[in-house]
């Protein structure tokens, strides 16, 4: 076997991984995004402060979409190095 290359199983493990990250970063963005938005309707917020609500819950929804993304992949990582 050469250790140099990666097994087919082991690059459609990866692929599936990638996937996992993507999906699970996407849904997570969302829903920050969606309770910023439910906040914003809930307290009748309108004007100059709902537009810096909803920009304040994109951004936060892009901050976790970006961890979950990065700590699913880093997680997926370090379990590879071990041989898990």
Known sequence: ????????????????????ALVTAVALAAAVFAVALALALVFGISGSAE???????????????????????YRFDAQRRRGH
């Open 1 to 20: 076997m050469d250790m140099g290359r990666e097994s087919r199983w082991e690059k459609d493990a990866m692929t599936v991984e990638i996937v996992f």
């Open 51 to 73: 537009k810096d609500v909803l920009v304040g819950g994109a951004l936060l929804g892009a901050a976790a979409g970006v961890w979950r993304l990065v700590r699913v992949l």
